[in-house]
T-cell receptor, first 113, second 112 residues
Framework: KAGVTQTPRYLIKTRGQQVTLSCSPI?????VSWYQQTPGQGLQFLFE???????NKGNFPGRFSGRQFSNSRSEMNVSTLELGDSALYLC????????????FGEGSRLTVL | GENVEQHPSTLSVQEGDSAVIKCTYS??????FPWYKQELGKGPQLIID?????GEKKDQRIAVTLNKTAKHFSLHITETQPEDSAVYFC???????????FGRGTSLIVHP
């Protein structure tokens, strides 16, 4: 069974631009979560999606948004990029909500110049 | 909400030694405690977990212990090997919650 696939793996943007990251969960997994990982802050929760609906949102500004499609694939978008948005963005899927067992992708490394 | 503290932030051991990473949590209602291992350039991977009705769980060289009274849980790795070098994250999931809270991670370095 294929794992969680995230694209692109690496990208470089400049301040003020926007970016869209994509996540394909493991087949059959219906819950998708997004995390931001930085050296100083560890894993910070961004959003959780289930059945195309955002179920939970972390403490991030409105510049961070996302969505989930009917096939459970998910995208997240960051608008008006800031230097501090440079991070590894991780997507995780699970068969259902609240299992606690997350299957992570390898992440999208975003660098903002 | 839940708060998870993880110590140490860095742990350096010699190959063959044991390594212990400790986490404390704040919400006494938390009932699921997973541990993730993140190798360089990869996403975290679940390596072992424990539920609140169990005090200890083992899987080959790794084990996790849980003390509900003290609200802390620990990861034990015996006979460490260089391939154990990675960042380890603990997490806690509260009863009725859907989002686990992660510790800040421990960078384990195993010297050959």
């Amino acid at each position: 069974k294929a794992g969680v696939t995230q694209t692109p793996r690496y990208l470089i943007k400049t301040r003020g631009q926007q970016v869209t990251l994509s996540c394909s969960p493991i087949s059959g997994h219906r819950s998708v979560s997004w995390y931001q990982q930085t050296p100083g802050q560890g894993l910070q929760f961004l959003f959780e999606y289930f059945s195309e609906t955002q179920r939970n949102k972390g403490n991030f500004p409105g510049r961070f948004s996302g969505r989930q499609f009917s096939n459970s694939r998910s995208e997240m978008n960051v608008s008006t990029l800031e230097l501090g948005d440079s991070a590894l963005y991780l997507c995780a899927s699970s068969p259902d909500r609240g299992t606690g067992e997350l299957f992570f992708g390898e992440g999208s490394r975003l660098t903002v110049l | 909400g839940e708060n998870v503290e993880q110590h140490p932030s860095t742990l350096s051991v010699q190959e063959g030694d044991s390594a212990v990473i400790k986490c404390t949590y704040s919400d006494s209602a938390s009932n699921y405690f997973p541990w993730y291992k993140q190798e360089l350039g990869k996403g975290p991977q679940l390596i072992i977990d424990i539920r609140s009705n169990v005090g200890e769980k083992k899987d080959q060289r790794i084990a996790v212990t849980l003390n509900k009274t003290a609200k802390h849980f620990s990861l034990h790795i015996t006979e460490t090997q260089p391939e154990d070098s990675a960042v380890y994250f603990c997490a806690a999931l509260g009863r009725g919650s859907y989002i686990p809270t992660f510790g800040r991670g421990t960078s384990l370095i195993v010297h050959p």
